[in-house]
């Protein structure tokens, strides 16, 4: 499966380009019509570039470009990057909080799939990288549940704010955690707090 790659000046440029699935685009690569294709899209305010699957619905000859149109299988990637053009969801370009190095096992769930499993390599109180060769779609709303030696999991939801895919075992994927309140969040801040005085999230002692 051939890899396209569509970059658009602007956020209003990409709504322009999309119509009901479908993304019309200027490019110079040759395609077939009815091809299945790989779809690397980048714009400003897109956190990091989004790779959807999609079939080449049409050839513009004359302008040298090409319509797709989005596979179902990656509807919640589309509709994270309609969110992120519209304005109705903001990610920071930054992390507001440090991470910390990690070796903890996680179930994570998205919304209308079952549970998976992987492991959590940096931590903090805004989220998470979870190491996995199955990672879900940039916009998936999932649940964690984040294993603590010597103590319950730690739960938590949020949304994958972008993806590491490719051989051997470094895919995996970012997650922003929603506001985390409650016995969870204040048993995360305290692994964290200690966490600080190591560098490493403490996976010998109990989070009190």
Same mark, same amino acid.
């Given at each position: ?25 200027? !490019?110079?690569? %040759?395609?077939?019509? *009815? ?6 899209? #980048?714009? @400003?305010?897109?956190?990091? +570039? ?68 992987? !492991?959590?390599? %940096?931590?903090?109180? *805004? ?6 060769? #199955?990672? @879900?779609?940039?916009?998936? +709303? ?67």
């Amino acid at each position: 499966m051939r890899l396209i790659t569509l970059a658009f000046p602007s956020a209003a440029a990409f709504l322009t380009a999309y119509e009901d699935g479908v993304i019309t685009a200027s !490019t110079r690569t %040759d395609a077939v019509l *009815g091809e299945q294709v790989l779809v690397e899209i #980048s714009f @400003p305010g897109l956190p990091n +570039r989004a790779l959807v699957r999609a079939a080449v619905d049409g050839l513009l000859i004359d302008e040298e470009g090409l319509r797709v149109r989005v596979s179902d299988e990656d509807a919640s990637t589309k509709d994270f990057m309609l969110r992120i053009a519209k304005g109705e969801l903001k990610m920071s370009a930054h992390r507001e909080h440090k991470r910390f190095p990690a070796s903890l096992e996680v179930g994570y769930k998205p919304d209308d799939a079952d549970e998976q499993r992987g !492991t959590v390599e %940096d931590l903090g109180a *805004g989220g998470t990288f979870v190491r996995t060769q #199955s990672p @879900p779609a940039v916009g998936t +709303r999932l649940t964690l549940t984040i294993s603590v030696p010597a103590d319950k999991p730690i739960t938590a939801t949020g949304v994958v704010a972008w993806v590491k895919t490719g051989p051997g075992s470094n895919a995996g994927f970012g997650v922003d955690f929603d506001a985390l309140e409650g016995d969870d969040g204040r048993r995360l801040r305290n692994l964290l707090r200690r966490a600080s005085e190591t560098g490493e999230v403490d996976l010998d002692k109990r989070a009190k």
